[in-house]
């Protein structure tokens, strides 16, 4: 193999873990931003008596 071969295929190779690295930052952000919201939507109470008190009478 030729060096300008080489040197081809090196540049190709970085270029497409670079692009790969980029695309698993894309996704994290969108995972962490997803989390976020349901987190803030949990947090939102629909009821806020709901679950405060217990009745073990039987």
């Given at each position: 193999?030729?060096?300008?071969?080489?040197?081809?295929?090196?540049?190709?190779?970085?270029?497409?873990?670079?692009?790969?690295?980029?695309?698993?930052?894309?996704?994290?952000?969108?995972?962490?931003?997803?989390?976020?919201?349901?987190?803030?939507?949990?947090?939102?109470?629909?009821?806020p008596n709901l679950g405060k008190n217990l009745?073990?009478?039987?």
């Amino acid at each position: 193999m030729d060096i300008a071969a080489l040197s081809s295929s090196m540049s190709q190779a970085s270029l497409a873990q670079a692009v790969s690295i980029r695309v698993m930052a894309l996704a994290k952000n969108t995972a962490e931003q997803q989390s976020q919201n349901v987190v803030q939507l949990l947090s939102q109470n629909i009821h806020p008596n709901l679950g405060k008190n217990l009745d073990i009478k039987g």
